[in-house]
């Protein structure tokens, strides 16, 4: 190698310092980014739990096992326009559980019932009470409207 | 930066890859460690490839913000300086295709000029002055080659795992610019 380019290396290779302006512009943008990226992270965090919360909530509501024993309850009234059913399942709310109208005009709906003696009545067009004719009477119906009884045996489902 | 060993014994030096676990585990201020260590090697580089301080610092700056944003893709981490000039090369490119069109400008070494005003300073730095103005003239590749060979003072191989070119290339772009050198500055000189 010629002795020129060595010595011109050697006259390149003079320091060149870097500005102390200079690295306290590397350094602040350095440190701007981190706290950008300490944001986004938290950021994303906070996501995650929200979705975490969102989806245990879900499973919670959604996925729980259905409490009680599903019972079918049909009444064949095909001139009716609205039939509920009303009992001590549903604290007797004329609004809680309407029964569906079939093709053939039977009105019938199911309800989860837990394991016991309960009883219950159709409403039928919002005045008149009409007992299942295919459940037995509830004691004491002598005494008013009539009403049905079902019973639900324990480990049913 | 280092921090003591313990009374009485020399400082312990982290080595890069130590201080760049550090950043990454989000000690953001162990960066200024390689800054430090590499910052004016940088600056010497970029100025001497941009013939300009101000570009040079600029380039550097963003270098290093680079470098840190995409420090956890560092490959090899005891390798970090040769990773950061891979950046440097590829900064220096850009800014040199951007500048390519404007005239190009000599080196404002302040120290340097405040050192012409003594008489017998005055042709080193006209020297230097000369040198750069020749380093100018040449082709971008040529100017990366020579100084990554004889100011960097890289290998071959070094050099072609940084700048991606392959080792003959890089040989003839060193060859070519040695020669254009010595013609421009024997003409500078010979005048």
């Known amino acids: 190698m010629p002795d020129w380019v060595d010595q011109l290396g050697e006259e390149l290779r003079a320091p060149v310092d870097l500005s102390s302006l200079a690295t306290a512009r590397i350094m602040a943008a350095v440190r701007a980014d981190a706290s950008r990226r300490r944001r986004r992270a938290r950021t994303w965090q906070a996501l995650a739990v929200a979705a975490v919360v969102v989806l245990a909530i879900g499973i919670a509501v959604y996925a729980r096992p259905v409490d009680g024993t599903a019972v079918q309850f049909a009444l064949p009234v095909p001139a009716a326009h609205e039939v509920v059913i009303v009992g001590d399942f549903n604290h007797w709310d004329t609004h809680a559980t309407p029964l569906r109208r079939t093709p053939n005009g039977t009105w019938q709906t199911t309800v989860r019932l837990k394991p016991g003696a309960h009883v219950y009545s159709f409403v039928v067009d919002g005045t008149r009470w009409v007992p299942d004719p295919a459940a037995p009477l509830a004691p004491g119906s002598d005494f008013g409207a009539p009403n049905s009884l079902v019973t639900v045996a324990p480990g049913t489902t | ?191």
Not at chain 2, 51 to 68: I, L
Not at chain 2, 109 to 115: F, S
Not at chain 2, 159 to 178: C, D, H, W
Request: aromatic content about 8%; hydrophobic content about 45%; glycine content about 6%.
């Open chain 2, 1 to 191: 930066m280092t921090h003591d060993a313990g009374p009485g014994s020399p400082p312990v030096v982290p080595s890069d890859a130590e201080t760049i676990a550090r950043v990454v585990a989000g000690d953001t201020e162990a960066f200024s460690i390689l800054v430090d260590r590499y910052g004016n090697r940088a600056a010497r580089y970029a100025t001497r490839m941009l013939g300009d301080r101000a570009e040079a610092e600029e380039a550097v700056q963003d270098t290093f913000v680079r470098a840190y944003r995409a420090l956890s893709r560092c490959a090899d981490r005891e390798r970090f300086g040769h990773w950061l000039f891979s950046i440097l090369i590829n900064r220096c490119r850009t800014a040199g295709a951007r500048s390519g069109r404007r005239a190009r400008t000599f080196v404002r070494d302040e120290t340097a000029l405040v050192a012409a005003a003594a008489p017998d300073a005055f042709d080193g730095v006209a020297w230097r002055e000369e040198i750069a103005h020749a380093l100018a003239r040449l082709e971008m590749s040529q100017r990366e080659a020579f100084l990554l060979k004889h100011v960097e003072q890289l290998s071959y191989d070094e050099m072609a795992a940084i700048t991606g070119a392959g080792i003959s290339a890089l040989k003839m772009r060193v060859k070519r610019a040695t020669d254009q050198l010595r013609m421009l500055l024997h003409e500078a000189y010979s005048a």
